[in-house]
């Protein structure tokens, strides 16, 4: 799957099952966007910052986390915009995942 990185529509970052399971996993975007619901550079480092923090105080080595960093949080593209629809594709893989 890909999710569209920027307005243009010329960068995408690739987002694999696993990433969604991760995301899924640690609940990652539960409680990210506040009650206004836009998602901007703040949120998108508040995701890291949550992130990174996880990965410290745990001394968490599990590779599909690490794995979720590298490949799209962490990506050079990633951006408010690709964040949206990451969400967005996270909501509708979650809502696929209860009608199964």
Not at 41 to 59: A, N, Y
Request: glycine letters at 4%.
């Amino acid at each position: 799957m890909q999710i569209q990185a920027n307005p243009s529509n010329t960068r995408h970052i690739e987002v694999t099952e696993e990433h969604l399971q991760t995301l899924d996993c640690y609940n990652l975007l539960g409680n990210l966007v506040d009650s206004s619901g836009v998602i901007d550079e703040d949120v998108l480092d508040k995701l890291k910052f949550t992130v990174r923090s996880l990965l410290e105080t745990t001394g968490n080595n599990d590779k599909n986390l690490l794995d979720l960093c590298l490949d799209v949080i962490y990506n050079k593209n990633m951006k408010a915009f690709g964040l949206q629809r990451l969400t967005t594709l996270y909501i509708e893989w979650k809502n696929q995942q209860v009608q199964d």
